[in-house]
T-cell receptor, first 116, second 116 residues
Framework: AQTVTQSQPEMSVQEAETVTLSCTYD???????LFWYKQPPSRQMILVIR??????QNATENRFSVNFQKAAKSFSLKISDSQLGDAAMYFC?????????????FGKGITLSVRP | EAGVAQSPRYKIIEKRQSVAFWCNPI?????LYWYQQILGQGPKLLIQ????????DSQLPKDRFSAERLKGVDSTLKIQPAKLEDSAVYLC??????????????FGPGTRLTVL
């Protein structure tokens, strides 16, 4: 079974600074997807960024980038130029690439606060 | 494009009562997911539908939970009878298809259930 671990329950960052959120996972699959989701107090899950395991290049989306280390099974999210609107819970998630089941397996999440 | 709709947004019931949640996925989305998110944890898949057929319900407590997807569109999730540990946010998500190709899962705002 696949597992996703987020060991930091909370983090805080100063507005305009950079913060890195950590995630590790365990799987026996060789091909899969990894995601970071944002969940604000409204509870709506929003996809932040996606990484395909077969791609060596790290994904980037504007101020968000990942550091994907496949051998170490590590997948961290870097938020640059942090904004007040970035304050939310962030979840790391895993999905198999093939097969009938496309469910997401989530970590416990990390609460990010942004100080003005 | 309208998002995933869920109702109600909040529900408070006594233990041993029954409750039902409704989800309307994005138009044209063949795959529908129900996730349970207990406070302080990441979402966990309860059931996945492909059109009106069940792909995965291995984590659904079938002695008390049931779900159906009529005509491959709307879905209802029912709990009968409810227990204290069922207090959680119930998230519905949908995607175009479950096959190998990646399709983003879009989440609804969730229903927060409190069992007293």
């Amino acid at each position: 079974a696949q597992t996703v671990t987020q060991s930091q329950p909370e983090m805080s960052v100063q507005e305009a600074e950079t913060v890195t959120l950590s995630c590790t996972y365990d799987t026996s699959e060789s091909d899969y997807y990894l995601f970071w989701y944002k969940q604000p107090p409204s509870r709506q899950m929003i996809l932040v960024i996606r990484q395909e395991a077969y791609k060596q290049q790290n994904a980037t989306e504007n101020r968000f980038s990942v550091n994907f280390q496949k051998a170490a099974k590590s997948f961290s999210l870097k938020i640059s130029d942090s904004q007040l609107g970035d304050a939310a819970m962030y979840f790391c998630a895993y999905r198999r690439r093939d097969g009938a089941n496309s469910k997401l397996t989530f970590g416990k999440g990390i609460t990010l606060s942004v100080r003005p | 494009e309208a998002g995933v709709a869920q109702s109600p947004r909040y529900k408070i019931i006594e233990k041993r009562q029954s409750v039902a949640f409704w989800c309307n996925p994005i138009s044209g989305h063949a795959t529908l997911y129900w996730y349970q998110q207990i406070l302080g944890q990441g979402p966990k898949l309860l059931i996945q539908f492909q059109n009106n057929g069940v792909v995965d319900d291995s984590q659904l407590p079938k002695d008390r939970f049931s779900a159906e997807r009529l005509k491959g569109v709307d879905s209802t999730l029912k709990i009968q009878p409810a227990k204290l540990e069922d207090s959680a946010v119930y998230l519905c998500a949908s995607s175009l298809d479950r096959t190998n190709y990646y399709w983003e899962q879009f989440f609804g705002p969730g229903t927060r259930l409190t069992v007293l």
